[in-house]
């Protein structure tokens, strides 16, 4: 009883205390609210805009906000520019929302992969505690969001493979197109349950399932499509956005509108050479070498400062697993598919960045950091002697959350003294 319900039911509380705890702090604007903020408004006021990414998220958000009655005339001008009235934190809600979920998700993939409940418990709570993906959760930003819709739909797909039903099928298919159509990158959540099933075919030598690949391809487009005929549909008055179109753009019909947008969107994606004092480099992201600063006033900071040793367990368990499969070893033969999901899943949303030329920043790597987490896991549970197993659980886990409360100041913006805050700052690249 406590395995089944108990768990679920601390990781729930835990992650609501965490993510809806000073949700409205601070009542300015943060890193990139000013630009999906915009967006928002653009949403209310139907002044055309452009952005690098589809619109799934900027919907959401802007639905929120119309509930909300959120003031679609505030303009976004700045980071620190304070909110005029208390409703803009139905700007927040989604990410919030999605954040809130997405460590239960983790609990039940991580259980669907063959991990132990108390395993699965165990990495259920350190995504809670991990203060990077926290502040994603926290504010209009994109990623968070991403995350759990991607998570969601690989979660979705196993339980299809475990329980048959096409129910699950679907679900996943329907989040994968969500998870495309907030960004690009997600496709890689598809590119892993492609491969599940193709990989499935090829070990049981069963017939080729076309119906599943067609479910799993055919639905993500549709969602897509459909995403950006909602996007036209709203956005019926000129505005900033028309700088990057063609002077037709307003009049050559759905489809003409939908290829321009998609091309210019891939075209502007990788000319984006803009400075920025917190980008990083692919390979610096597993050690956490540059944390990304986010808003200030007087004392208060707020940064997207991971919590380091779960980066940092995580990139070693990472290896763990790479080098049993290099050299074949016995110790997760039981688990073996187990660790090519996880290995695939991290590299295919970590290698990528390697071939981008654009400026990058760290928060692109946690897809990547909780399939780590799911990687600390799955070793601490090929452990045979159980008092072993779980002294391991329990020692990480006091780790994890006293760096979290050690952390949290930068993570949520409380006051701190200047000598407090440059103590928080490790290294010279966090600062």
């Not at 063609?246 to 009049?251: K, Y």
Request: glycine share 4%; with cysteine.
């Amino acid at each position: 009883m406590r395995e089944k319900y108990g768990y679920p039911i601390i990781i729930t509380v835990l992650s609501f205390i965490t993510r809806f705890s000073f949700l409205n702090f601070p009542n300015q604007v943060v890193f990139d609210e000013t630009h999906y903020g915009k967006f928002v408004s653009n949403y209310l006021n139907h002044f055309y805009f452009f952005d690098l990414h589809p619109p799934f998220l900027k919907l959401l958000a802007t639905l929120s906000a119309y509930w909300g009655h959120f003031n679609p005339n505030f303009d976004f001008a700045s980071i620190g520019e304070t909110f005029t009235e208390p409703n803009f934190i139905y700007l927040r809600i989604v990410p919030a929302i999605a954040g809130f979920l997405l460590p239960l998700v983790i609990y039940f993939l991580a259980k669907q992969i063959g991990i132990s409940t108390i395993g699965a418990f165990f990495t259920g709570i350190a995504v809670v505690f991990e203060n990077s993906i926290l502040v994603q959760s926290k504010f209009l930003l994109i990623d968070g969001v991403l995350l759990f819709f991607g998570f969601s739909a690989i979660l979705f797909y196993l339980l299809y493979r475990n329980k048959k039903s096409l129910k699950w099928l679907i679900l996943s298919a329907f989040f994968l197109g969500a998870t495309i159509s907030i960004k690009w990158t997600g496709i890689s959540f598809l590119a892993t349950c492609i491969l599940i099933e193709i990989l499935s075919f090829i070990h049981n030598k069963k017939q080729f399932q076309l119906k599943t690949l067609a479910i799993l391809i055919f639905i993500p487009v549709l969602f897509y499509i459909t995403s950006f005929a909602i996007h036209f549909h709203i956005l019926t008055k000129s505005g900033t956005g028309d700088a990057f179109m063609s002077q037709n753009f307003l009049q050559k019909g759905f489809t003409e509108k939908f290829i321009e947008l998609n091309a210019i969107m891939l075209i502007e994606s990788q000319n984006l050479t803009t400075s920025h004092p917190y980008t990083s480099k692919w390979y610096t992201w597993p050690l956490m070498k540059r944390p990304i600063f986010y808003w200030q006033n007087t004392d208060q900071r707020i940064y997207s400062n991971g919590n380091p040793f779960i980066y940092w367990f995580g990139a070693l368990a990472i290896l763990i697993l790479l080098m049993h499969i290099i050299f074949r070893t016995r110790f997760f033969i039981q688990k073996r598919k187990a660790v090519i999901f996880i290995i695939f899943s991290y590299s295919i949303n970590f290698f990528p960045y390697a071939i981008l030329t654009r400026i990058t920043f760290i928060y692109y790597y946690l897809a990547s950091l909780v399939f780590s987490i799911l990687a600390i896991s799955l070793i601490i549970d090929s452990i045979k002697n159980k008092k072993v197993k779980n002294s391991y659980y329990i020692i990480l886990l006091i780790i994890f959350i006293i760096t979290f409360l050690y952390f949290s100041p930068l993570t949520y913006g409380f006051p701190m003294s200047p000598e407090s805050q440059n103590n928080h700052l490790w290294f010279s690249t966090w600062r």
